[in-house]
């Protein structure tokens, strides 16, 4: 063959103009807004621990496992090959390497092991970091984090269950709790009638004459199937009740909790998703039968919380891989990072990842302050979470898009992390409260809880004074709020937005760099304000913006 049609041929297998394979990173050290948050919202400590998280959840081996878990969707294995029930899920072994990787550590512990000083922080930052490795197997460690405080309700079954939840050890095996090192909880509360509403939950439970409930019913969606105990509720005499239901029986027996299917997901692949259904199956009381929402709402806070981090973890991440693409790659002449409209979208996308940062670890030491009786913090945990899991959610979707258009088509394509971002963008806005239903929540806590909106007004107070748009923003949604409650409901969405955003400018005037918070007020509270990513003022600081991205 002649030299000039061989190296013809293989002309098309020299890539040019292409970005370098991804290396490891630092998940931690590279993410200045990050250190800057944990530095003013958690003690010292909180950083250190978290250290080696940030380069292993960042490396390239862990990284991969996030990719393969998503491949290999976890399989629904109802009988073994005799044809007797098995009721398990097969997840492949990248899964369970990220388990290890949050529970050996402590991740889902650490909230309640340094209650009160730093826990939550801990677990918050923890959550960002893990978010960024695989957000999937991020809902186990969550439901087994939040348990906790709705256990506390039932004494007994806390002391024989917290042990387990708090160790440092994750234990797979399909076991009677009492037998394994660590436990995993879920949660199952939503059924095919009424997932918001679960008032209309129609699952049965009956008193025994001995230790104990029997519960009938069917769930249309338990996450993680293969927990150790699922968090459920169900009616009673005395009206909807929480409940323990635990994968065996005290006397060792599985319990009568059968797997019908797993959804077919759009994206949480990594993730399983059941229909399950209690065919008579044993269970313990938490709290007061009856007040059963009451009870669950003390994990819903918890997770709530996380549900508000984690699209700020998944953007940071979908971010970081279009700066580092847009850097590499050049069109028309030069490189995308230097043509000016790609530059003002990153430096707008770079400015939301901040602001939500900001807003999640600001509710994180809310929840700490409450756990030390403070009770003004306490009064903020009761609303940053319901405000940062409704605002965060709802700018996720469009950012993945953005950032996946930042890689042109390889955005689209699976070898990128940006499609399973992609995917992944939407769930944590639906599940634990969809959107339309956490303003309702707001409402209510505004409602009955004035002293949750005295404690944000003192936050945006802080801050009052230094920025026009900031302050014309907060008159006219104190006016707002003055309406009469019955004439707030069409307008939740809006108040829900605005007290998310009037907080974030806050808290970036008060502890974020000026370039930042300044183009951020301007552009979320100022006269140009509008849906779409890459809307800057054309003045805005773009460099100053830009370098908060990091390397
Ligand atoms: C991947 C995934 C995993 C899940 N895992 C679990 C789990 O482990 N355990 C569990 O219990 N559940 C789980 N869920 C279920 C989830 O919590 C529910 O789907 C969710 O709470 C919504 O309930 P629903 O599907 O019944 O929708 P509906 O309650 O029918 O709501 C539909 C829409 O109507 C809106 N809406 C409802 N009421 C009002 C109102 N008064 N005014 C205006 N709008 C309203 C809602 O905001 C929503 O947008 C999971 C869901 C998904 C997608």
């Known amino acids: 063959m002649p030299d000039t049609a061989a190296r013809t041929r293989l002309a098309t297998h020299v890539v040019t103009n292409q970005p370098a394979p991804p290396g490891a990173r630092d998940l931690l050290a590279e993410d200045a807004p990050l250190g800057e948050a944990l530095a003013r919202e958690a003690p010292a400590w909180v950083t250190r621990r978290l250290a080696p998280l940030g380069r292993e959840a960042g490396s390239t081996e862990v990284q991969a496992l996030g990719e393969a878990a998503n491949r290999h969707p976890p399989e629904l294995r109802l009988f073994d090959r005799h044809g007797r029930r098995l009721d398990e899920v097969h997840y492949h072994p990248a899964y369970h390497a990220l388990m290890h990787l949050a529970i050996d550590h402590g991740w889902h512990a650490v909230a309640w092991q340094e209650e009160g000083r730093g826990g939550h922080q801990a677990h918050v930052a923890a959550l960002y970091l893990l978010t960024q490795a695989e957000p999937g197997f991020c809902c186990p460690i969550t439901m087994t984090h939040a348990a906790l405080p709705a256990l506390r309700q039932a004494s007994a079954v806390e002391a024989r269950w917290a042990p387990g939840l708090l160790a440092w050890d994750y234990d797979p095996r399909v076991r009677p709790a009492s037998e394994k090192h660590g436990l995993t909880i879920g949660m199952a509360m939503t059924e095919k009638q009424g997932g918001s509403d679960v008032r209309t939950n129609t699952t049965r439970a009956e008193r025994l004459s001995g230790d104990g409930w029997r519960l009938t019913g069917h769930k249309w969606f338990c996450s993680a199937p293969m927990s150790d105990a699922f968090l459920t509720l169900a009616q009673t005499d005395e009206g909807l009740s929480c409940f323990l239901v635990p994968r065996f029986t005290p006397d060792g027996e599985r319990n009568a909790i059968e797997l019908q299917r797993l959804k077919e997901k759009c994206g949480n692949r ?12 044993w269970a313990e009381a938490i709290g007061e039968p009856g007040r059963g929402i009451a009870t669950i709402l003390a994990m819903v806070q918890q997770t709530r919380l996380d549900a508000a981090t984690a699209p700020v973890g998944m953007m940071r991440q979908a971010l970081v891989e279009a700066w580092r693409h847009v850097r590499e790659r050049h069109a028309f002449g030069r490189a995308l990072a230097e043509q000016p409209l790609m530059r003002v979208l990153l430096a707008d996308m770079a400015m939301e990842v901040e602001a939500g940062l900001a807003l999640s670890l600001r509710a994180a030491r809310a929840f700490d302050g409450a756990a030390r009786g403070e009770t003004s913090e306490a009064a903020l945990a009761r609303l940053l979470p319901t405000l940062a899991k409704y605002w965060h959610n709802k700018r996720t979707p469009a950012f993945m898009a953005e950032a996946m258009e930042c890689l042109g088509g390889i955005g689209y394509v699976e070898e990128t992390p940006l499609a399973r971002l992609y995917r992944e963008a939407p769930v944590n806005s639906i599940w634990e409260g969809s959107g339309n239903v956490i303003c309702l929540d707001l409402l209510r806590v505004l409602a009955r809880h004035p002293a949750s909106l005295a404690a944000v007004r003192e936050e945006v107070n802080a801050a009052r004074g230094r920025q ?84």
């Open 468 to 551: 026009t748009d900031l302050d014309r923003a907060w008159s006219g949604l104190e006016a707002e709020l003055g309406a009469a409650p019955a004439t707030l409901e069409p307008r939740a969405r809006w108040l829900a937005q605005r007290l998310a955003q009037c907080l974030q400018g806050a808290l970036l005037l008060r502890h974020g760099p000026p370039a930042v918070a300044e183009t951020f007020c301007r552009s979320r509270l100022g006269g140009e304000a509008g849906p779409a990513y890459g809307v800057l003022p054309g003045d805005a600081p773009l460099a100053a913006l830009l370098a908060r991205i990091g390397d």
């Open 270 to 281: 990594a993730n399983a998703s059941a229909e399950i259904e209690y065919r008579g199956a």
